[in-house]
């Protein structure tokens, strides 16, 4: 038996003086592990470093692999450095020194510098060893989105959402180059590593769709004044949300989000595409190449990664599924978290043979690059993870963070967790940690965060991170810049370039000046007497002195002691009566505002033109401009309040009423701005369109997608939530939603607002009302606004009382619905909540489960009000004030989520339930139904005539640009049949109402007299005559009698054959002919 469950070394031998398995008293314990002295270490395997047998349980003594090693020479890394040494990382430092989230960060080639981007518009320069800020770039006029680093270490480039890559010197800090070549955001920038003589390429990529290729050269850092640049949009509103490059930098691959995965070629003399790869069914969120070899992982919102190679002359992948599970006990209990699983971050590790994805789920999953099998599932995080770091050197670490403030060090090849930190932040709570980074040398980690921090992670002791403070600012990092026309800066004050001007003082958060030992630490102050370190009267840069002020105003201590000069602190003079405000990408970190640093930020994206004078001490620079105009774009438009006596028809105008006027339609700018002349003789509300317009055109590229109509807008499936408005819709309308719409816009600055103009200012109108829609109008954003016109209407009659007003928004997040329509108000009221009683509600799609606790106004002023007058206990233990309208019964059956407190999916038969349901004689004398059917199978015989091909689809975005600048409710006779597929329109005068403005959007974006005009009146005639008649099924016969009409009309009028001709919608080749025929046969 004992030979059997523990076998002998050397069978047969039966003696009582064996040892290990030849020991006729061997247990297991005896020969589980065996005990090796450094010269059997040194013999294994002649030499080579050491394979422990399977058996070997115990890790390898440090002592017997040293002296092993000074044996033979060698030893396997993962021996003499176990991954249980990770454990002694400790966070060396918490430095706060920026005023927003830093989405950023970066070593550099060395990793004795690390730069953050923050959404404060700065970049920053710290020290690795010690933690000092060593530099501050300025320039940036709105959020940092990525940076990188030069492989020569001269050049780090930083792309923001201000559509400009700017560029600047390591050595000095001085800026080499601005480039603009995006008309949206830049998402990514990358350095290529490839050299080709003094040629390099930096690559950026932009929300507009495009990527740049910025040719430079290596010895004179100076940059082409033209990117090659390629724009990859298959339909409107496509982004690039991603790149990278191969190892040896012949090849790039970028991620889009309409599913594409693209790859790029820079071996011949400019980079050319050379593949698109179509597999992902949803945005490529990451993409990622190997470090060795030729394959790259891409990661998509479709739940899969996918591992590409190049073979047999063509791109082949291997799917990683994230539903994908482990067998075993060991399955992570978040595998279920969530219905959809999205990728949100790849990684390889260092050797490339395992792939690390994150997933929705919160879970991290490992799998076998190769093969593509799951190897490993890491659970730990309780929020997305958007950060996967691997380490530079050990394939056995990867370093994963995410919102939820959590910072895991991972082993890879036990699937085990090594080390986590957790970013509490006193008084605060947790910060999101948003970037991570390791030094090249593997001793050192960063990390920035939501708060504004910079965390520094490392081997060893604190001693040196321990004598610099915890709020590191500049006295000079948030002082108003003054831009050129290539958007270069100085500093207003001092006329001076950033990095031309003196040492700055180091302060803290609140502006207060550090103690001497502290200001010692700023670069070109180490040796300064404590005399020097002390803020005092400055020179202006002409050398006068200026003379002591006194100010009886509340200042920091800096204000009294500082005044406008070359030391100046700018620290604006706090008044009580000052209306001090943060720019909108401030306040992510706190409420409130504090004095110093942080108040003088909304001077941060504020320019003016430079004179001449200006610019004399600044001559280094490299102007690369694409742009064709130096005028400075200003993406925030100002709206005056639309109101009903301002004289303008919100119902789409009718034809004959309408005056022709002339609209954009000329190729060349010349001509579009001739144009806009003309209409600034129209009122003083069409003249500010123009202004924004002429602003628009001056950016000579695609207009920003924030110019696009909202999704709330261009939605084809009905829901109840957003509410999206129709023509006669009766509705509830309430005030104090209304009220809470208006204070968030004015809070977050989207667009400026006339309180005087509020409804409530012009009449007396109660907390909630009853109306009907009688007019709507889209207006051009951004953002996209909704204007209604709101009829009074009697609550017993049900009749209008011939009052109205008007009001204006639009879909905002974390705001309410201020409008509800009245049947679905109806059906809430009479389920009569009572406390206690269990419900559900629809959030993204899916069933929530909760219990009414209480019932009071949500406002004591509105005691009758029964918006969001109920407070409810959700069964994941949040509370929150709910309105009776999103408030559903929980019907027997029902089935409940298997975990308390998570959703169920909807089903499409419970949300078709939830719809409006139509009154009678609301789709006239048949039902919604059978007009709904009737009128698809119209459109689609109108759609198989020519003349109706320009409005079968949406507008393409790429070759009309301005489209969305000039129509602000774009529809197409496919949107509409979608749109009536799905039920979407309540009543039929919804339905033409929106067939108007087909003809409403060809008016308003071409020339009244042009033949797409006249092809838009027909199709609007045929469509809504066929409507009109209910009784007829053939929409030809509707277009050959309107045909006839016109005939006979210009028969009556004796026309000219020209005249007869030009009223048939050729199309533009035919109209090109008959031009020549005309010219030929001489006709009048």
């Known amino acids: 038996l004992l030979d059997k469950e523990i076998p002998q070394s050397v069978p047969g031998v039966q003696t009582l003086l064996g040892v290990g398995r030849q020991s006729l008293l061997r247990d297991a314990k005896d020969c589980k592990s065996t005990l090796w002295n450094g010269s059997a270490f040194a013999a294994l395997h002649r030499g080579r470093p050491p394979e422990l047998p399977a058996n070997y349980v115990k890790p390898p003594n440090v ?88 492989y020569e270490n001269t050049l780090i480039a930083a792309g923001s959402c201000d559509k400009v890559v700017r560029v600047w010197c390591l050595r000095t800090c001085a800026p080499v180059a601005v480039l603009q070549g995006h008309s949206a955001s830049i998402t990514s ?17 932009g929300a507009d769709g495009t990527i740049c290729f910025w040719q430079w050269h290596v010895k004179t850092m100076k940059f082409r004044d033209r990117p090659v640049k390629f724009t990859e949009r298959s339909r409107p509103g496509v982004q690039i949300s991603c790149s990278s490059f191969s190892s040896g930098g012949m090849f790039i691959t970028t991620g889009s989000t309409d ?46 990664a996918r591992i590409w190679q190049y073979q047999q002359q063509e791109w082949k992948s291997i799917v990683l599924d994230m539903a994908t599970k482990m067998t075993g006990n060991n399955v992570p209990s978040g595998e279920d978290k969530v219905t959809k699983l999205k990728v949100t971050m790849v990684a390889w590790d260092r050797y490339d043979t395992t792939v690390i994805t994150a997933v929705n789920n919160f879970l991290l999953k490992v799998w076998n690059s190769i093969t593509g099998q799951l190897l490993h599932t890491l659970s730990g995080h309780d929020d997305e993870v958007f950060v996967l770091e691997a380490h530079p050197f050990d394939q056995r670490i990867i370093l994963s963070a995410g919102h939820d403030g959590n910072i895991f060090i991972w082993d890879l090849d036990r699937g085990t967790k090594i080390r986590n930190y957790f970013n509490m932040i006193e008084g605060q709570g947790h910060g999101a940690v948003f970037d991570c980074k390791f030094s090249p040398d593997g001793n050192h980690f960063a990390c920035t965060d939501s708060h504004g921090h910079l965390l520094l992670f490392g081997f060893g002791c604190s001693k040196y991170y321990e004598k610099i403070p915890d709020q590191m600012f500049f006295h000079t990092d948030y ?145 690369v401009n694409e742009l064709n105009s130096g005028v400075s774009s200003d993406s925030s438009s100002e709206y005056s309040d639309w109101t009903a006596d301002a004289g303008i028809n919100l119902q789409p105008p009718k034809r004959q009423t309408r005056q022709a006027t002339r609209k954009i339609c000329s190729s060349s700018e010349e001509e579009n701005l001739k144009s806009l002349e003309e209409r600034q003789k129209k009122p003083k509300q069409t003249r500010k369109k123009v202004c924004k317009f002429i602003r628009l055109l001056s950016m000579a590229g695609e207009p920003n997608e924030e110019w ?41 600055k989207i667009y400026s607002l006339n309180l005087q103009k509020q409804p409530w200012n012009k009449m007396d109108l109660r907390e909630q009302e009853f109306v009907k829609i009688v007019g709507i109008k889209y207006e051009v954003g951004p953002p996209t606004l909704c204007c209604l016109k709101l009829a009074f209407l009697d609550p017993i009659s049900g009749k209008m009382t011939g009052e109205s007003f008007s009001i204006k928004y639009h879909d905002m997040p974390d705001v309410i619905d201020f409008l509800v329509l009245h049947q679905f108000y109806n059906e809430a009221k009479e389920r009569n909540w009572q406390i206690g009683d269990r419900f559900r509600s629809i959030i993204d799609d899916a069933w929530w489960f909760g219990t009414v606790e209480s019932q009071q106004p949500f406002q004591p002023e509105y005691p009758d009000s029964s918006f969001q007058c109920y407070s409810v206990h959700w069964d994941n233990n949040e509370r929150e004030k709910m309105s009776p309208w999103d408030m559903e019964p929980i019907p027997e059956g029902t089935a409940f989520p298997d975990e308390v407190g998570a959703g169920v999916p909807v089903s499409q038969e419970e949300l078709t339930a939830l719809l409006y349901k139509p009154q009678e004689g609301e789709w006239g004398a048949h039902s919604r139904d059978e007009e709904c059917e009737r009128v698809i199978q119209g459109i689609n015989h109108l759609l198989s005539l020519d003349f109706a091909s320009p409005f079968a689809v949406p507008v393409d975005l790429s070759a009309y640009p301005l489209y969305c600048t000039v129509v602000a409710y774009p529809t197409d006779l496919n949107t509409i049949r979608r ?106």
């Open 708 to 748: 696009f109509a909202p999704q709330w807008i261009l939605d084809t499936i009905p829901r109840r939530s957003p509410f999206v408005p129709q023509m006669g819709d009766e509705l509830i309308y309430f005030r104090q939603g209304h009220e809470a719409y208006v204070r968030a816009v004015r809070k977050s």
């Open 63 to 150: 002592v017997n692999i040293t002296s092993a090693r000074q044996l033979t020479g060698c030893s396997r890394f993962s021996h003499i450095f176990p991954s249980s040494a990770y454990q002694h990382i400790k966070m060396h430092k918490r430095i706060l020194g920026h005023l927003s989230s830093v989405y950023c960060v970066a070593f550099d080639r060395s990793g004795r510098r690390i730069f953050t981007g923050s959404d404060d518009c700065l970049v920053k320069i710290w020290a690795t060893d010690d933690g000092r800020l060593l530099a501050t770039l300025r320039g940036h006029s709105a959020e940092i989105s990525d940076m990188a680093v030069n």
């Open 189 to 205: 920038i990358q350095f290529c590593p490839s050299t080709k003589g003094t040629t390099r390429y930096l690559t950026s990529t």
């Open 479 to 623: 002082r108003p810049l003054i831009r050129d026309a290539n958007n270069y800066v100085l500093d207003e004050q001092t006329q001076q370039a950033p990095h031309l001007m003196p040492p700055p003082f180091l302060v803290d958060v609140d502006g207060n000046p550090h103690p001497t030992k502290f200001q010692r630490l700023v670069p070109g102050r180490e040796n300064c007497k404590d005399e020097q370190l002390i803020p005092q009267l400055g020179y202006v840069a002409n050398e006068q002195v200026i003379g002591q002020q006194t100010n009886d105003q509340d200042e920091s201590i800096l204000d009294g002691i500082i005044r406008d000069g070359t030391f100046l602190f700018i620290l604006a003079l706090r008044s009580p009566n000052m209306d001090i405000y943060s720019s909108p990408n401030i306040g992510l970190r706190r409420s409130g505002q504090i004095e110093g640093v942080r108040q003088m930020h909304n001077n941060a994206p504020r320019s003016q033109m430079a004179t001449e004078r200006d610019l004399m001490a600044w001559s280094r620079r490299v102007v």
């Open 979 to 1084: 749109r009536l597929e799905n039920r979407f329109y309540r009543r039929i005068s919804a339905l033409m109402w929106e067939v108007r403005y087909i003809e409403h959007n060809a008016r308003t974006f071409n020339e009244p007299d042009s033949p797409i005009v006249k092809a838009a009146k027909i199709v609007t005639d045929v469509l809504l005559r066929f409507i009109g008649d209910q009784s007829c099924t053939d929409i030809l016969d509707t277009y050959n009698k309107i045909k006839a009409e016109e005939l006979n009309i210009c028969i009556s009028h004796s026309p000219s054959p020209i005249s007869l001709i030009n009223s048939i919608p050729f199309p533009p080749t035919a109209i090109s002919l008959f031009s020549v025929l005309v010219l030929f046969f001489n006709l009048p």
């Open 259 to 304: 599913h594409v995965i693209r790859i790029y070629y820079l071996g011949s003399e400019t980079p050319e595409k050379i593949a698109e790869l179509e597999s992902h069914t949803d945005k490529v969120v990451a993409v990622q190449f190997c470090n060795n070899g030729d394959r790259f992982v891409s990661g998509s919102r479709d739940g899969t």
